[in-house]
């Protein structure tokens, strides 16, 4: 089972300031985990940069165009809103991130890798058509998603996102079109405050399944299994996309969910399930949250581990956490 990870250096450089979660040291600790050797059958790429006619294809183009725009002066930061921090090195960053999103559908899709993990910065799935919003600038996963369409023809794609935040972004962008899905559990109440089970686009291609505070891997679990698994499988993809965030672990600091490294490994091994069903086992996954780095690296791994073993037959081996 050949698995891509993707990457680049640019992405160390969004500065988003002391103190704030969404900073640097969480990709060091993503890279440094699966670094490890157990990972060492990886094929390793560095992210391109995505075009504008990528970015435009889910952003209006004068949001782009402001984006790309940013002039920040070495040593200062700015702030698209309260949380979305924005410094010299944020635009390349976000340029290269939603670039690896398009690059892990073209390694998927030319069959140069089964599955690919994009591990970047900034995340993307609050990312709204036009506005930057949670930590995000643009939408990796709907960017990902409208290449697999324009270049590879694909009619149904899947966004699958077990972040603890709901991926409004990811949702807006989908909202009125019936051929792309997008599934997700999330804590509710949380931010950004949408996500309710009623949210189900215009043609019920929207399938929310949010989890109260305190919530395990039982609920968490049963919430795939019972109702955003079989929803993807009466969809039916041709590609499932993951929005991989590990911030509904037990240990992060900005929610209240109680997972742990195994349910990571679980659900990504159920949603790669969905794509051997389906898709033609093609499978592509881009880091969202995750604030606790311990946590972060271990879940990472675990998540990585599942979609090399293609199906896990076992649970994750703990490696040690960064």
């Known amino acids: 089972m ?151 023809g694909l009619k149904r794609i899947a966004v699958a996102d077990f972040d603890v935040h709901h991926g409004n972004g990811t949702q807006d962008a989908f909202w009125d079109d019936p051929d792309l899905l997008f599934v997700s559990s999330h804590q509710s109440p949380c931010y950004p405050g949408t996500g309710a089970g009623h949210e189900r686009g215009r043609a019920g291609n929207i399938v929310n399944a949010p989890l109260d505070p305190g919530a395990g891997g039982r609920a968490f679990r049963d919430a795939w299994r019972e109702v955003l698994i079989p929803a993807l499988d009466d969809f039916a993809p041709e590609l499932v996309i993951i929005s991989a965030g590990f911030d509904a672990h037990r240990a992060d600091p900005l929610a209240q969910l109680r997972l742990d490294e195994a349910d990571f490994h679980w659900v990504t091994a159920e949603l790669a399930g969905v794509a051997d069903r389906h898709a033609r086992a093609r499978v592509i996954s881009l880091l969202e949250g995750g604030y606790d780095l311990a946590a972060l690296a271990a879940s990472a791994a675990a998540h990585v581990d599942a979609l090399m073993r293609r199906p896990c037959q076992s649970s994750p081996v703990s490696l040690t956490r960064a």
């Open 2 to 152: 050949t698995v891509a990870l993707i990457s680049h250096p640019a992405c160390l450089e969004h500065d988003t300031g002391a103190g704030h979660p969404e900073r640097a040291d969480r990709l060091r600790a993503v890279l440094a985990a699966l670094d490890d050797p157990r990972f060492e059958g990886l094929a390793r790429h560095e992210a391109p940069r995505a075009e504008v006619e990528h970015l435009t294809a889910v952003h209006d183009g004068s949001y782009v165009d402001a984006i790309l725009a940013l002039e920040i002066e070495r040593g200062d930061l700015g702030a698209l809103d309260a949380d979305t921090i924005v410094s010299p090195g944020s635009v390349e960053a976000a340029l290269r991130a939603a670039g690896g999103g398009i690059l892990a559908v073209d390694l998927v899709m030319d069959g140069e890798a089964d599955a690919a993990f994009v591990a970047v910065r900034p995340p993307g799935h609050h990312a709204e058509p036009a506005r930057a919003m949670g930590f995000c600038l643009f939408n990796n996963v709907a960017v990902a998603a409208h290449h697999a369409r324009r270049r590879w």
